[in-house]
């Protein structure tokens, strides 16, 4: 069965403090690694997809990075606004499992000025 | 704006009832996921349609069930609705980039 874990649970961090989220995952074979971002009560707006060991993406001050067994989500200078909780997913390449996400509890990032 | 949309947006009703969530996949996105969200479970995939047809299932309910339309939109049914079934509700719609937007949610409270 897919796995996936996050770490920390939460995170305070200061205007500026650069910091990284963790996303540890198990899937028997992996189509893709995807984060997102989930502001309350709202849906999850997608922010990357990896694929394969050693790909790295970028967005604003957002780098993404994966390995054979986790993805680092790296936040540089962070301001207020990137306060919200990230979420990050697998999708299994293989059988029955066709799309579906499979999604860790989170990161809850919150960004102090 | 992610182009999904899903009403309503609020859902209050009581146990044992039943309720309809709908959902507007993007414009030309044949593929429609519904994921339940709630503060213990996280997000939990429920059922995936493509183009119509049932393609997967994760842990949904047999109270639960779905289906897609012509015009493609999915409509997710709950019946015998139990306080636990309170939750968000997210449809996403896939087109062929295997990317996943979600829509806002339904908020769903069982009373």
């Known amino acids: 069965e897919d796995q996936v874990t996050q770490s920390p649970e939460a995170l305070r961090l200061q205007e500026g403090e650069s910091s990284s989220l963790n996303c540890s995952y198990t899937?028997?074979?992996?189509?893709?690694l995807f984060w997102y971002r989930q502001d309350p009560g709202k849906g999850p707006e997608f922010l990357f997809t990896?694929?394969?060991a050693g790909e790295e993406k970028e967005k604003e001050r957002l780098k993404a990075t994966l390995t054979k067994k986790e993805s680092f989500l790296h936040i540089t200078a962070p301001k207020p606004e990137d306060s919200a909780t990230y979420l990050c997913a697998v999708q299994n390449a293989g059988g029955t499992s066709y799309g579906k996400l499979t999604f860790g509890q989170g990161t809850i990032l919150t960004v102090h000025p | 704006d992610s182009g999904v949309t899903q009403t309503p947006k609020h859902l209050i009703t009581a146990t044992g009832q039943r309720v309809t969530l709908r959902c507007s996949p993007r414009s030309g996105d044949l593929s429609v996921y519904w994921y339940q969200q709630s503060l213990d479970q996280g997000l939990q995939f429920l059922i995936q349609y493509y183009n119509g047809e049932e393609r997967a299932k994760g842990n949904i309910l047999e109270r639960f069930s779905a289906q897609q339309f012509p015009d493609l939109h999915s409509e997710l049914n709950l019946s015998s609705l139990e306080l636990g079934d309170s939750a968000l509700y997210f449809c996403?719609?896939?087109?062929?980039?295997?990317?996943?937007?979600f829509g806002p949610g339904t908020r769903l409270t069982v009373l």
């Open positions: 990896l694929y394969s």
């Open positions: 899937v028997s074979g992996l189509r893709g």
């Open positions: 996403a719609s896939e087109g062929t980039s295997d990317t996943q937007y």
